[in-house]
């Protein structure tokens, strides 16, 4: 066994004001309560809010709080994230602190919600780290999920747990516990995902077996989830397969094919050009309801690639309607 306690805190926040006293003094009871955790995972943008008018460079003082607070428990911490103001732009950086208090790592979110998390650049780098004696853990952000080629290029770099803070207070968290139920399974890796509530989100943080199983799902409210995971079951999964059955990151090591849409060099599929700008959505909108004239590229699986691609004319219904 490779045992490792990792607590998730699912904390109201207000996004007209600081939180980060009504952050420390959770953590103070959770470790009160809990004094054998080892790890504590916040939401994102859990300090103040969604509202970039924040941002401060980093390190800076709030950064150094939680330093102190993960030194003074000798905790792993993830503060969630903060809107960092740095020469290149804004950011939305999560911060990996270890036990000793000292900064290992940040990580500044790939893909900023667009069309809403507008004036926040995108980061470009990923972020591993290892925990001693204990196993890999690798960071994601919100939106970063949707986008399986994140997810998985964690897992290709060794990464056992993904830590995925959200902050999630719309219509569709429902279809992100279905994408990070996926992203455990097709990975095979816990996934620890933790949303706030208030401002901070509408809760339901989850976290996922490397199965895909659900080991615990929060409510709506403030809740401390204190957990033991087992990280021996992820070599295990990974080596023997899921449930003793597919073994999705051999399959995609072993692969026979690269795909040619990742390859920016080549001309893409010109549907993806259709789809008109990143906006948000205009009261009356028809867009996306009428056909838009365009050509699909059919690529040529003989030669592996999109540059020899040939127009494609979908196939004219027969008189009266109907399937051909």
Same mark, same amino acid.
């Given at each position: 066994?490779?045992?490792?306690?990792?607590?998730?805190?699912?904390?109201?926040?207000?996004?007209?004001?600081?939180?980060?006293?009504?952050?420390?003094?959770?953590?103070?009871?959770?470790?009160?309560?809990?004094?054998?955790?080892?790890?504590?995972?916040?939401?994102?943008?859990?300090?103040?809010?969604?509202?970039?008018?924040?941002?401060?460079?980093?390190?800076?003082?709030?950064?150094?709080?939680?330093?102190?607070?993960?030194?003074?428990?000798?905790?792993?911490?993830?503060?969630?994230? *903060?809107?960092?103001?740095?020469? /290149?732009?804004?950011? =939305?950086?999560?911060? $990996? @602190?270890?036990?000793? #208090? %000292?900064?290992?790592?940040?990580?500044?979110?790939?893909?900023?919600?667009?069309?809403?998390?507008?004036?926040?650049?995108?980061?470009?780098?990923?972020?591993?780290?290892?925990?001693?004696?204990?196993?890999?853990?690798?960071?994601?952000?919100?939106?970063?999920?949707?986008?399986?080629?994140?997810?998985?290029?964690?897992?290709?770099?060794?990464?056992?747990?993904?830590?995925?803070?959200?902050?999630?207070?719309?219509?569709?968290?429902?279809?992100? *516990?279905?994408?990070?139920?996926? /992203?455990?399974?097709? =990975?095979?890796?816990? $996934? @620890?995902?933790?949303? #706030? %509530?208030?401002?901070?989100?509408?809760?339901?943080?989850?976290?996922?077996?490397?199965?895909?199983?659900?080991?615990?799902?929060?409510?709506?409210?403030?809740?401390?989830?204190?957990?033991?995971?087992?990280?021996?079951?992820?070599?295990?999964?990974?080596?023997?397969?899921?449930?003793?059955?597919?073994?999705?990151?051999?399959?995609?090591?072993?692969?026979?094919?690269?795909?040619?849409?990742?390859?920016?060099?080549?001309?893409?599929?010109?549907? *993806?050009?259709?789809?008109?700008?990143?906006?948000?959505?205009?009261?009356?909108?028809?867009?996306?309801?009428?056909?838009?004239?365009?050509?699909?590229?059919?690529?040529?699986?003989?030669?592996?690639?999109?540059?020899?691609?040939?127009?494609?004319?979908?196939?004219?219904?027969?008189?009266?309607?109907?399937?051909?």
């Amino acid at each position: 066994m490779k045992p490792f306690a990792i607590a998730g805190l699912q904390l109201h926040v207000s996004g007209r004001q600081s939180n980060l006293e009504h952050i420390i003094d959770r953590i103070e009871m959770l470790m009160y309560l809990y004094p054998w955790v080892q790890m504590v995972v916040v939401s994102e943008l859990a300090t103040f809010g969604g509202w970039t008018g924040h941002a401060a460079p980093l390190p800076g003082p709030t950064e150094a709080a939680y330093c102190q607070l993960a030194a003074k428990h000798q905790i792993w911490l993830i503060p969630g994230s *903060l809107y960092e103001k740095s020469e /290149t732009g804004i950011y =939305n950086t999560a911060p $990996v @602190i270890n036990p000793q #208090g %000292v900064v290992i790592a940040r990580y500044r979110k790939m893909f900023p919600f667009l069309p809403y998390e507008t004036g926040v650049e995108s980061g470009t780098e990923f972020c591993v780290f290892d925990v001693p004696e204990v196993g890999r853990f690798g960071v994601s952000i919100c939106y970063d999920m949707w986008f399986p080629e994140t997810t998985r290029t964690l897992a290709a770099m060794g990464a056992e747990v993904i830590l995925h803070p959200t902050l999630t207070g719309s219509i569709d968290r429902d279809v992100e *516990l279905a994408i990070a139920r996926a /992203t455990a399974a097709t =990975n095979q890796c816990f $996934v @620890i995902d933790i949303n #706030g %509530v208030g401002d901070g989100g509408n809760g339901q943080s989850l976290m996922v077996a490397p199965t895909g199983d659900v080991l615990y799902q929060a409510g709506h409210s403030q809740e401390m989830m204190p957990l033991e995971i087992d990280l021996a079951r992820v070599g295990r999964s990974r080596e023997v397969g899921l449930r003793g059955l597919g073994q999705p990151l051999k399959s995609f090591r072993d692969r026979k094919v690269d795909f040619a849409i990742y390859d920016r060099s080549k001309v893409q599929p010109p549907y *993806l050009e259709t789809l008109g700008p990143l906006e948000k959505m205009a009261r009356g909108s028809r867009a996306g309801l009428t056909p838009t004239p365009f050509s699909v590229a059919k690529p040529h699986i003989d030669d592996g690639g999109l540059t020899a691609a040939q127009p494609y004319v979908p196939p004219t219904p027969p008189p009266g309607g109907g399937l051909p």
